[in-house]
Structures are given as C-alpha cells and as structure tokens.
C-alpha cells in the first residue's frame, strides 16, 4: 500500500530494453555499473526483423490494427504488390522501421487496402532501381543475380552460409557467384 510504513514481501521481473551499448555507457559514466549488473541476469537479444521475415507480416497486420483505431481510417488489408515489397526490404531500422513505414501508408492511403504507391518513395524506387539498372546491362540477369548475392550477403551480415541458406543454394555456389563478380 502506498504509504504505509509495513514492509511487504513481493516477488518482480525487470525486462528492459535499450538501444544502446550499456558497456559503453557505463566507461563514459552515464549509466551506472550496479544497476547494470540487477538487470543483466538473462540477456535477451533478438534477431533483427531482416533475419525474421515470417515475423513480418504478423507485424504489419498488428500495426494495420493499431493505426486503424484512428477515426476516419478503416484499412484492413494490405495489396500483395505492396506485401511483396515490404517482404523483400531489409530493415535497417528493425520493427520501428516497419511501424513508421506502415503509419505512412495510412496517412497516404484513403481507401480500404494499402497498395504500393502508399509506401515511401523511397522504398518503391530502391527495389526499381534494381531491375532498371540491371535492364541498362548487357546481360541483364547476370547483373540480377550479381546484385541479389551481394545484398543478400550484406543483409547477412557477410556471412556466407547464412546468405547461401537464404538464397536457396550451397555455400560453394554462392563463392562460385562472388567469384564472378
């Protein structure tokens, strides 16, 4: 009870999330070096959306529900096309990323469904620019192929069996394709 003077007995789990590296904070003095060990007991480090694709549209269907609770909205759905987009983006800035990009669409959207045009310009023309620039080769495909490996391998973070389990191919046919590049 709020203000009583008896001690009560209770029994917590602290889950706290930061975007900073605590170590660091710590040597520069800003957070302080006991509080990090009471609640360092069982770190939990998630992997970044980019590695979680099924997680993605479980997302967006949550977020669809949150930002639909604002009155004049009433979007349910959103289009394969734009789907398809949001699946084969990176996310760099993780699930905030994907929240402020499907918060963007419904300020843009005024219908039912999120198409493609109601997402950022930006993502549109980054996954065009792919197929447009590879069109201006002499051999199209190839430079397909060449820049799918390479983003793939970044969006594993360079590494090579995570980037040839996602590709679908073994990792000496992924050396083979880098080779080739």
């Known amino acids: 009870m709020v203000g009583s003077t008896e001690t009560h007995k209770v029994d917590v789990r602290v889950i706290a999330a ?3 590296i605590l170590k660091t904070e710590i040597d520069a003095g800003r957070f302080r070096e006991d509080l990090y060990y009471r609640l360092n007991v069982v ?7 980019r590695e979680r694709r099924d997680d ?11 930002f639909s609770q604002q009155p004049q909205k009433s979007i349910h759905r959103i289009a394969p096309d734009a789907l398809e987009i949001l699946m084969d983006y990176t996310y760099p800035g993780n699930v905030r990323e994907l929240e ?6 419904f300020v843009k959207c005024q219908g039912g469904s999120i198409e493609k045009q109601h997402l950022p310009l930006d993502l549109i ?6 197929v447009t620039q590879a069109l201006k080769e002499s051999n199209p495909l190839a430079a397909l192929e060449r820049e799918l490996v390479q983003r793939v391998l ?9 980037a040839a ?3 679908g191919i073994s990792r000496t046919t992924l050396w083979r394709k880098l080779k080739a590049v």
Request: hydrophobic content about 35%; overall charge negative.
């Open 165 to 167: 389990q996602r590709l």
């Open 125 to 130: 023309s980054s996954r065009d620019d792919i």
């Open 43 to 49: 770190p939990i480090t998630p992997p970044p959306l």
């Open 56 to 66: 993605i549209p479980l997302l967006i269907e949550h977020f669809i529900e949150k």
């Open 18 to 20: 930061t975007n900073r």
């Open 154 to 162: 970044e969006a594993s973070d360079g590494k090579p069996q995570l």
């Open 100 to 105: 402020n990009i499907i918060e963007h669409a």
